[in-house]
């Protein structure tokens, strides 16, 4: 076996553990390879090097391709049913999972992640302070976070989170090193009234005033239209795929490095809408609410987006 191939997961820090899942497989055959031959000659140093260089560009490509499946538990959970639920998921091949927890439940996931990556349903702006009952980026970090959802539909709706607010959260997760998962999305209304890019591009455009085109390329962002959230109204696949279209052009046009970036569908996906959904070009994965609480619903989603049976 490579050195490549004996990385483990156990080896690895929490916020690493999400790109070498990505590196690894592929990017392994090519290390092995490169490791194979005797340490001794001059060529050793170059192998090392084209090793590394191999390694990027395999988790590069692989993750740039792979989808990404996020469970968004909102408001849910117990010790003994999060036993349950983390310990009937699981990382699959060809494809990216996370799960977004409560805080209280942070700790608990992060040894039970099986491979999955973790992650938070909100963060405060703010890094430290008087701000009682605020949780920074910088302790989601420590927790073993990688990614934290902003901007959410339910916070901008019942918490009064506007689009500046969104942005300086999503400026936080950035300066913390998380990547933060930007919600947008019209509700119904707008959507009859045809202002959806409108919407769309008023929430995207607060936050690239606060974290810029390079920001905004380090972030995931989440199409989610307020009328398929839990309401088992899933937008069609061909009505999800013209709204990403629309976000890339626009993340493009705004200097982002869109075709690298992902751009998940969330409302309503469920285990028998997932393949159609992510079938479609620009839907690169999906955020998950009520389905991620049943491991078998969330385990079809993930097994969806890794591309149908392996
Ligand atoms: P849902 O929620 O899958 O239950 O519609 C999605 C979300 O709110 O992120």
Request: proline fraction near 2%.
């Amino acid at each position: 076996m490579s050195e490549g191939a004996i990385l483990t997961y156990e080896k690895v820090a929490p916020k690493e553990r999400h790109s070498v899942s990505s590196a690894c497989g592929a990017g392994d055959v090519f290390i092995g390879f490169a490791l194979n031959g005797k340490r001794d000659d001059k060529s050793w140093r170059a192998r090392s090097v084209s090793c590394i260089i191999a390694r990027f560009l395999v988790g590069l490509i692989c993750s740039m391709a792979q989808k990404l499946v996020v469970g968004n538990w909102k408001l849910n959970g117990a010790f003994a049913t999060n036993e349950a639920l983390l310990g009937a998921c699981c990382a699959l091949p060809r494809v990216d999972a996370a799960v977004c927890v409560p805080f209280p439940y942070l700790a608990q996931a992060v040894s039970r992640l099986n491979g999955m990556a973790l992650g938070a349903q909100t963060v405060s702006e703010f890094q430290s302070g008087a701000y009682t009952g605020e949780v920074s980026a910088e302790m989601l970090a420590e927790m073993g976070c990688r990614y934290v959802i902003v901007g959410h539909s339910e916070r901008r709706a019942l918490f009064g989170e506007d689009d500046a607010t969104v942005g300086r959260k999503a400026a936080a997760a950035l300066r913390a090193g998380l990547v933060p998962i930007v919600c947008v999305g019209e509700t119904l209304a707008e959507r009859e009234a045809g202002q959806v890019m409108e919407v769309i591009g008023r929430q995207l455009g607060a936050v690239l005033d606060l974290i810029g085109a390079q920001g905004l390329s380090r972030s995931v962002v989440a199409y989610e239209p307020v009328w398929a959230i839990g309401t088992g109204r899933a937008a069609g696949a061909d009505e999800a795929q013209e709204v990403h279209g629309h976000i890339r052009r626009w993340l493009a046009e705004h200097g982002a490095s869109a075709a690298e970036m992902r751009i998940l569908y969330g409302g309503s996906v469920k285990a028998d809408n997932a393949a159609s959904l992510f079938g479609m070009p620009d839907v690169d994965g999906g955020l998950i609410g009520g389905a991620s609480l049943s491991a078998r619903d969330f385990m079809a989603i993930c097994q969806a987006a890794a591309g149908g049976n392996f």
